[in-house]
């Protein structure tokens, strides 16, 4: 993992992202998988997400994704959640009719984690370490 920079700072900002399918329906799978994958990526060069990885279950997602300073996780999720719902259910209309008929693809819920070069341990030793030099 890299460290990125913008004009006035240093960074290296990086979210484990998980979501799933509404009732947790194992719909992400064949060609909605390779179509959700490059969706994801799609979205994510758009807006400026790197992604560090990513991998499709067919009942969830993981995205490990680095972003910069002022973009929130819940911005990312709600982003690539949004659109992939669109376009997913515009390439396979039967899997609204099937599974989805009134509601959306992606349950609200999601589960984000942060991830960095150093441990918080490392932080705080290097914090309390500041004055002793």
């Known amino acids: 993992?890299?460290?990125h920079s913008t004009k006035h700072s240093k960074f290296n900002i990086n979210y484990h992202l998980v979501w799933c399918p509404k009732y947790r329906h194992q719909v992400?799978?064949?060609d909605i998988e390779e179509y959700l994958k490059k969706l994801i990526y799609n979205v994510c060069n758009y807006y400026?997400?790197?992604?560090?990885n990513?991998?499709?279950?067919?009942d969830h997602i993981h995205l490990f994704v680095s972003v910069?300073?002022?973009?929130?996780p819940m911005e990312v999720v709600k982003t690539v959640k949004s659109?992939?719902?669109?376009?997913?259910?515009?390439k396979f209309p039967a899997l609204k009719k099937r599974k989805f008929l009134g509601s959306g693809l992606w349950s609200k819920g999601y589960y984000v984690?942060?991830?960095?070069t150093v441990s918080a341990?490392?932080?705080?030793?290097?914090i309390d370490n500041q004055n002793t030099v």
């Open 1 to 3: 993992m890299e460290i």
């Open 28 to 30: 992400l799978k064949g």
């Open 48 to 52: 400026g997400y790197d992604i560090l």
């Open 54 to 58: 990513i991998e499709v279950m067919p």
């Open 68 to 72: 910069k300073p002022y973009i929130n």
């Open 83 to 90: 659109i992939t719902a669109i376009w997913i259910f515009k």
């Open 113 to 116: 984690g942060t991830a960095g």
């Open 121 to 126: 341990e490392t932080i705080q030793r290097y």
